[in-house]
């Protein structure tokens, strides 16, 4: 199978009689064709092929005579849209550090290359979907087009990595910016497209949570799940419950110091995701989890005695008190503060590992946290423990399972209207080891190296759950194990694009060999942005360029 789809044949246009423009060019314009017909005959072939691309495309049309190089005196033109603007300006941000261009931003009724770059906002583009996109890439420039900022967003990650890998660098470097000529149509496979961070087991500063969001925004992943309350600490402010982070939030694994974010903090975070069209998804765990909490707040506990402060990686031991008013204020008051501070839809309430709170009792907590949540305006999200309580309109379930994919609870609770985030633990669980000599990560689920990640389709691994119904896949990070950002990209990387892969492209471009291929000329791009990964041995890396000041490529 390939890895992309079959180009699509190139029409070859029929002779026209040549016609003399109707007016004579001047010197300028005539010196400016001459230097381009010049930088074109001596340009090697682009060092990319159009369809190298992470996440696989929908549609790709290869024009070998089509190849474009990015002259310095390029200008960056786009619809006269803040939205499109914005876009515009990121792209500009993204090239200028590497090819030491000045690269202006400017707008128009009808964006044109002109020898430079055009985003187009189009509401013909329609038909590509909320974040779909057309990049066209000729010998004049080049063109993305969409119906949505979103969608631009999306293209311009395309052209990004179109480009050398050079790109990447902070400092200007001498080369050659050829893009390969062609057309790419593309459009994502499932709506819903993310990756969990937990920032309870440790913490992470908000500089490191905003890296992690421009890994996720350069393979198209659009939610940032958020796991901001454990056993281990309690991470986001709560103004009607402050011990929360002040009590709850100064301990985390191993016994280090923990950390919260202020309410400037989260809306720092959830901006700057917005900004490159990522959604942060908020997760406050019920009623399990909880010990964090406990501590800040005793009254919460069953026995109402505040227990010690837990630093290592148990779960399953604490839970609120569901028999208590008490606990549905302190619920109903944290998920109306998270909520006003979240401009998305979603709103995740945890529900797994209560191993203490069984039956009737479980059930009943979790349909009643549901009616707060749907009463905030916001879609519960919870983990398929979730599954037998009652359902609320919009209701998702996010299933980590580790089997076959044999859930007929889950698939009971599909039938009542729920959808699927598909998150399996020997799959998707990103802080499982690669091999068992791996230094950091777990392996209770298995060990997950980068074609295991890979090799399976979301859309049909819960059994009994119809692809219709799977809202889409995401990949968590859980962080017992993982204490600093160069670990976090570690075991973000390489298999942060493979789930990426899953979410975003046609199940028919899905080919083992090919994405190996694909992904391996990443590992420069890597390395060329300070980017810590692991080098897979499955994966061909070819041999990175040295950057001074670089990270390391290991934790």
Do not use: C
Not at 165 to 172: G, H, K, L, R, T
Not at 185 to 209: N, Q, S
Not at 337 to 349: D, F, K, M, Q, S
């Amino acid at each position: 199978m390939s890895t992309t789809p079959s180009p699509l044949p190139t029409a070859t246009p029929a002779a026209s009689p040549v016609s003399l423009p109707a007016v004579e060019p001047d010197a300028a314009t005539l010196a400016r064709a001459a230097e381009r017909a010049a930088r074109e005959a001596l340009a090697p072939p682009a060092p990319h092929r159009l369809a190298d691309v992470v996440p696989a495309p929908r549609q790709v049309q290869p024009d070998p005579t089509g190849d474009w190089t990015l002259p310095a005196e390029a200008v960056i033109v786009a619809s006269a849209d803040p939205a499109a603007l914005a876009v515009a300006e990121q792209l500009a941000e993204l090239l200028r550090p590497a090819t030491g261009y000045p690269l202006p931003v400017t707008d128009a009724a009808a964006p044109a290359p002109a020898d430079g770059i055009a985003l187009v906002l189009d509401q013909t583009a329609a038909a590509l979907g909320p974040e779909g996109y057309r990049l066209d890439i000729t010998t004049t420039g080049v063109r993305v087009t969409a119906g949505t900022a979103t969608g631009l967003f999306h293209g311009v990650q395309t052209l990004r990595q179109l480009l050398p890998a050079a790109i990447e660098s902070p400092v200007p470097v001498t080369e050659r910016w050829t893009l390969p000529g062609g057309t790419i149509t593309d459009a994502p496979r499932f709506p819903y497209r993310g990756v969990m961070l937990d920032v309870a087991r440790h913490f992470f500063a908000v500089e490191d949570v905003l890296r992690v969001v421009d890994h996720l925004a350069r393979y198209k992943i659009n939610h940032l799940h958020l796991h901001l309350t454990d056993d281990q600490g309690w991470r986001i402010a709560v103004d009607s419950w402050p011990a929360l982070s002040a009590v709850g939030g100064a301990t985390e694994v191993g016994g280090g110091p923990g950390g919260h974010y202020t309410k400037a903090d989260y809306r720092r975070i959830v901006s700057y995701a917005a900004d490159r069209h990522v959604t942060v998804v908020p997760e406050i765990d019920l009623p399990g989890h909880t010990n964090a909490a406990l501590v800040a707040y005793p009254e919460l506990a069953p026995d109402k005695v505040a227990p010690p402060p837990y630093t290592g990686t148990e779960v399953g031991f604490s839970y609120v008190d569901p028999t208590d008013e008490r606990t549905y204020d302190f619920v109903s008051d944290v998920l109306r503060e998270v909520a006003a501070l979240t401009p998305g839809p979603w709103l995740h309430i945890g529900g797994d590992e209560a191993f203490k709170v069984k039956g009737e009792v479980y059930t009943g907590f979790v349909e009643r946290v549901q009616r707060i949540v749907a009463d905030l305006g916001k879609t519960v999200v919870g983990w398929h423990q979730l599954a037998p309580a009652g359902h609320v309109d919009g209701r998702v379930l996010q299933w980590w399972g580790t089997g076959d994919g044999a859930d007929q609870v889950t698939a009971d609770a599909v039938r009542r209207g729920a959808r699927l985030i598909v998150s399996p633990g020997n799959r998707a669980y990103l802080d499982m080891k690669y091999a068992p000599d791996t230094p950091i990560g777990l392996d209770w689920a298995g060990l997950v190296d980068v074609r295991t990640a890979y090799d399976w389709d979301p859309g049909a691994h819960v059994a009994d759950v119809p692809d219709t119904a799977v809202l889409g896949v995401e990949a968590p990070l859980w962080t017992e194990t993982v204490t600093s950002l160069a670990e976090i990209e570690f075991m973000l990387l390489p298999r942060l694009p493979a789930i990426a892969e899953l979410g975003w492209s046609p199940r028919a471009t899905h080919d083992w060999s090919g994405f190996r291929d694909r992904l391996a000329g990443h590992g420069p791009r890597w390395a060329t942005a300070g980017i810590a990964f692991h080098r897979a041995p499955e994966i061909p890396w070819p041999v990175a360029p040295t950057i001074p000041g670089q990270r390391p490529a290991t934790p």
